[in-house]
């Protein structure tokens, strides 16, 4: 064999183990992010009394050798809680699996079309009437007058806090998605901080956050302790708390827009390994495919196109620390998004 051979076979052989180990990379990379992925059967739990479905319709322009991207108007429940044990949530202020909560609620609407979206927070002060909720471990919880909101996620987990948003909106809640206090830090940190812009000192001792009025570019656990402050603002109620957090909505989706993540696969694999390693979800979303598929039906939704509103309320008779539906206003926003 001469020399010129030789070479040529080395470049081959060496450009096939090249291409083996980049394949085989690429198959774990994917099999752990797909794992990462917690799942809860909501579906099968609520059965088949809810309200009902909108219909979901192929995009017209997707090509018939590829999976058709859904344009239908969608309902998602997303959640932040404290419900994982685990070092790194209890490090910034989580609780363990046995004192859950949901602190944060929004029902995510994206309008047909998927080009507009609007994001309603739910209050978790508000009084409602609890449901009675499946159980994992057999039988059901009882009926609650009066209940706080976020009781729900607290007797029941996900399926019961779906089950409560549907029995209060009537809006049938397609997805569920529920992030925790490590993951949600995690991501920032992944996306290079995130930039948001404060109306009035903000000087809390709980979420040990302290920042003056103005432009500040935070980090994952300055953006977290935002999230979670309440004292330090307004009057110290979780509506003050609401506003911050849709203000980090936006501020999130402007971040992802202006990262590349296409071009740098080792920063979209660091995003992508934060946001799994940190999601609770419906098994409708409980693959890596599922999720990529739900990303790019909203590819073309920018921070400008997403309207932020709380739910109507006002304060509770029964109680001046907590809230109630203000009617009609709240019926008539959750007709809206039906």
């Not at 103005?214 to 953006?223: D, E, F």
């Not at 071009?263 to 419906?282: C, F, H, I, R």
């Amino acid at each position: 064999m001469g020399r010129r051979s030789r070479v040529l076979k080395i470049a081959g052989l060496t450009l096939a183990g090249a291409l083996v180990l980049g394949v085989a990379t690429a198959g774990w990379a994917y099999w752990h992010l797909n794992s990462n992925i917690k799942s809860v059967d909501i579906d099968s739990a609520l059965g088949a009394d809810r309200p009902a479905k909108a219909v979901t319709t192929p995009s017209a322009a997707a090509s018939a050798s590829a999976a058709p991207v859904p344009t239908g108007s969608l309902n998602i429940l997303v959640l932040g809680s404290d419900s994982r044990s685990g070092k790194e949530n209890k490090a910034l202020g989580g609780g363990d699996s046995s004192g859950a909560r949901s602190d944060t609620a929004m029902v995510v609407h994206i309008d047909a079309g998927r080009k507009k979206a609007t994001i309603v927070s739910i209050p978790r002060d508000t009084l409602v009437t609890r449901p009675s909720c499946p159980l994992s471990s057999g039988g059901s919880t009882s009926v609650a007058y009066s209940a706080m909101f976020n009781t729900a996620y607290s007797v029941g987990g996900p399926v019961c806090a779906v089950k409560t948003v549907e029995s209060i909106t009537g809006v049938r809640m397609d997805h569920y998605i529920e992030i925790d206090f490590a993951g949600f830090a995690k991501l920032v940190n992944a996306l290079g901080g995130v930039t948001v812009t404060t109306t009035q000192d903000i000087d809390d001792d709980d979420s040990h956050l302290h920042l003056k009025k103005g432009t500040h570019h935070l980090n994952g656990k300055q953006a977290l302790a935002l999230a979670r402050t309440r004292h330090g603002i307004g009057d110290g109620s979780d509506l003050g708390r609401i506003g911050l957090q849709q203000m980090l909505v936006k501020a999130l989706l402007t971040q992802i827009s202006t990262n590349d993540l296409l071009t740098d696969p080792t920063k979209l694999y660091e995003v992508t390994d934060a946001v799994t390693d940190s999601l609770t979800t419906d098994t409708g979303l409980d693959s890596l495919s599922e999720l990529i598929s739900l990303g790019q039906s909203v590819k073309g939704l920018s921070a400008d196109a997403v309207t932020t509103v709380t739910m109507p309320n006002v304060t509770a008779p029964s109680d001046p620390n907590r809230v109630v539906a203000k009617e009609p206003a709240a019926s008539d926003l959750w007709e809206s998004l039906r």
